[in-house]
């Protein structure tokens, strides 16, 4: 199993940046990707940003790219989101989201998320 803990959430100005980290732990051998989703009050859960563990491949939502950028620092097992230009409309739950892979059982962990508010 992994366990995810996210940090980095709570208010910003339109046009401000927040760091959303994401530590991991427990069978880190086995994460093939980890990412961002977030879900705003009557909406669905949508992808933000992901990364590829091992080549540090990244994925963006159109909506993000240009403006967060998703990283990684696996000796810490942590993944990053750095969010600049935020806008309003990006307020909602944040959730750190792992898949592991172990021969042809996929697993997906996600962590409890954490709230980022735009707003002035």
């Known amino acids: 199993q992994v366990q995810l803990v996210e940090s980095g959430g709570g208010l910003v100005q339109p046009g401000g940046s927040l760091r959303l980290s994401c530590a991991a732990s427990?069978?880190?051998?086995?994460?093939?990707?980890m990412g961002w989703y977030r879900q705003a009050p009557g909406k669905q859960r949508e992808l933000v940003a992901s990364?590829?563990?091992?080549?540090?491949?990244?994925n963006y939502a159109d909506s993000v790219k240009g403006r967060f950028t998703i990283s990684r620092d696996n000796a810490k097992n942590t993944v990053y989101l750095q969010m600049n230009s935020l806008k309003p409309e990006e307020t909602a739950v944040y959730y750190c989201?792992?898949?592991?892979?172990?021969?042809?059982?996929?697993?997906?962990?996600w962590g409890q998320g954490t709230q980022v508010t735009v707003s002035s």
């Open positions: 989201h792992s898949r592991t892979q172990v021969g042809l059982t996929i697993v997906d962990y």
């Open positions: 427990g069978s880190i051998f086995s994460i093939y990707t």
């Open positions: 990364i590829i563990r091992n080549s540090g491949i990244t």
